[in-house]
């Protein structure tokens, strides 16, 4: 159990990324479990989900990145470096 809380602490967009990956496909499944797809195309649209939520995390991680660089820099500007 401790190993599993360090890989959500080091690693959140992983996290994220898997967290979302199962929520998602379980409602693909369930949304989709009466339409007769075959296993290729279960297979491909399971795929393109993950990918989507890759991708979504992804996307909500640059605004984190920019955060972090603007608070970066208020740093800088207020402690400038000594010579």
Request: charged share 20%; net charge negative; glycine share 8%.
């Amino acid at each position: 159990m401790e190993k599993i809380k360090h890989f959500v602490r080091a690693h959140p967009q992983w996290t994220s990324w898997i967290v979302l990956s199962i929520g998602m496909v379980a409602i693909l499944v369930w949304s989709a479990r009466d339409v007769g797809l075959l296993a290729g195309q279960w297979v491909a649209l399971i795929v393109a989900t993950i990918a989507v939520a890759g991708l979504a995390v992804w996307i909500i991680g640059w605004e984190d990145e920019e955060e972090g660089d603007e608070t970066a820099d208020a740093v800088a500007e207020k402690s400038p470096k000594e010579a």
